[in-house]
């Protein structure tokens, strides 16, 4: 849901790929993992979309969340305000970085829904998700997604991991026309939760093999950006959203 907001900056114009972030003393002293970023250094936008993605850097989270909402507990709240305009009504946040706080929580389906609106609102900034790797200052920083990598036709998405979830991972694929979308959460290991990725991903294809229609239609076109999140929403709020087969007949504001 960062990254979610932080694409909505850049598509409402108020952030470019280019801008920089100024890192704030609470940002700075955020606990691993992160990029060990100091106080009143910056970052461009999109260096701090690939520290998200790929490091899934805590300081950079609030480095995002501050740009956004002026500080992270604001953010928090729009973050969760977004997430019930989604449909995502089991989803509470209360940072920006996913660190452990007993009352931030969500669900596989509440996280199935925020991959599938990331996929079909922001096919310009979905590329991002299967980065595999990050340079910053001088270091490498790698993916943990190792079923991104592997998995015939994967594409990203996020992996994660705290001691209280677990090792979690959503992940989306494509095959023959065919996208799913995958969430594992309470892996035991990265080596379980990987493995469990890829057998309902293997046994998700192998049932739209036996039943094509499984797949609605309107989910095998390729998404368009032609329809602003922000439109959307308001459209929705009106009761009178679009489907995405729909996104043709629309303008954006």
């Known amino acids: 849901m960062t990254l979610y907001l932080l694409?909505?900056?850049?598509?409402?114009?108020?952030?470019?790929?280019?801008s920089e972030l100024t890192v704030s003393t609470q940002a700075a002293g955020q606990p691993p993992s992160?990029?060990?970023?100091?106080?009143?250094?910056?970052?461009?936008?999109?260096?701090?979309?690939?520290?998200?993605?790929?490091?899934?850097?805590?300081?950079?989270?609030?480095?995002?969340?501050?740009?956004?909402?002026?500080?992270?507990?604001r953010f928090a709240k729009k973050m969760t305000e977004r997430a019930r305009q989604m449909g995502m009504r089991r989803t509470t946040f209360r940072n920006a970085s996913g660190l452990?706080?007993?009352?931030?929580?969500?669900?596989?389906?509440?996280?199935?829904?925020?991959?599938?609106?990331?996929?079909?609102?922001?096919p310009q900034y979905y590329h991002y998700f299967s980065t595999d790797s990050f340079t910053w200052n001088g270091k490498t920083y790698r993916s943990h997604n190792n079923v991104a990598r592997a998995y015939d036709g994967a594409e990203g998405l996020?992996?994660?991991?705290?001691?209280?979830?677990?090792?979690?991972?959503?992940?989306?694929?494509?095959?023959d026309?065919?996208?799913?979308?995958?969430?594992?959460l309470g892996g035991r290991s990265?080596?379980?939760?990987?493995?469990?990725?890829v057998t309902i991903l293997n046994?998700?294809?192998?049932?739209?093999?036996?039943?094509?229609?499984?797949?609605?239609?309107?989910?095998?076109?390729?998404?368009?950006p032609r329809i602003k999140p922000t439109l959307l929403a308001e459209l929705q709020r009106r009761g009178a959203a679009p489907t995405?087969?729909?996104?043709?007949?629309?303008?954006?504001?």
């Open 34 to 73: 992160k990029l060990g970023l100091s106080t009143t250094s910056k970052i461009t936008v999109e260096d701090a979309i690939k520290a998200l993605v790929v490091k899934s850097a805590n300081d950079v989270a609030v480095v995002v969340a501050e740009a956004i909402s002026g500080s992270e507990w």
């Open 100 to 122: 452990p706080n007993s009352k931030q929580v969500t669900t596989a389906r509440d996280l199935a829904t925020l991959s599938q609106r990331l996929i079909q609102d922001f």
């Open 244 to 253: 995405i087969a729909g996104n043709d007949n629309l303008q954006a504001e």
């Open 203 to 224: 046994e998700a294809f192998a049932a739209i093999d036996k039943k094509p229609t499984l797949i609605a239609s309107l989910f095998r076109e390729p998404p368009s």
């Open 158 to 175: 996020k992996t994660g991991y705290t001691r209280r979830s677990g090792f979690n991972l959503a992940t989306s694929a494509s095959r």
């Open 190 to 197: 990265v080596r379980t939760r990987d493995a469990h990725m």
């Open 7 to 18: 694409f909505e900056e850049l598509e409402a114009g108020r952030l470019t790929l280019s």
């Open 177 to 184: 026309g065919n996208r799913l979308i995958g969430i594992v």
